[in-house]
């Protein structure tokens, strides 16, 4: 079986591998945090749902739906390997919007200023990888 095609603008490797030294080490362990921020996401968006005054047969299906929308998209549109990958600034703009709205959702259940320390966390993870990406090895 072929192996699909990957977008032309799709990275190669993980950002990591065009940096040495410690900007590296800085570069793979930002990569991490991008990652557990974004499980975290997940986490939070599924934990609001469950927590909404319906029955549970209601806040089951609506949590699977969100989380698999959520991934989704994801998936399809901001991850490093996205099918269709957003230009750099619709990228920022949908992470806004999903750190933003599990922020919400963290608040939501009780813990706003653990939801401050995730967006506070989400932006300057953002920032720093929206760089990596759209700078020039060093």
């Known amino acids: 079986m072929p192996e699909p095609e990957r977008p032309s603008n799709a990275p190669a490797g993980p950002e ?10 800085l570069v793979l362990l930002n990569s991490l945090l991008a990652f557990v921020l974004e499980m975290a996401m997940f986490a939070f968006v599924v934990w609001w749902v469950l927590t909404l005054d319906l029955a549970l047969w209601a806040r089951i ?18 991850s490093p390997r996205a099918r269709y990958p957003l230009p750099t600034a ?8 999903a750190y933003g709205g599990s922020a919400l959702a963290l608040w939501g259940v009780g813990y ?10 989400a932006a300057a993870n953002t920032a720093v990888i929206t760089y990596v990406r759209t700078r020039p090895a060093i």
């Open 112 to 121: 706003p200023a653990a939801a401050v320390a995730f967006a506070v966390l």
């Open 61 to 78: 299906p609506l949590a699977v739906a969100a989380f698999g929308g959520l991934a989704t998209l994801w998936g399809l549109l901001v």
């Open 16 to 25: 990591w591998v065009r940096y040495s030294g410690p900007v590296r080490t």
């Open 90 to 97: 619709w990228t920022v703009v949908f992470k806004l919007a």
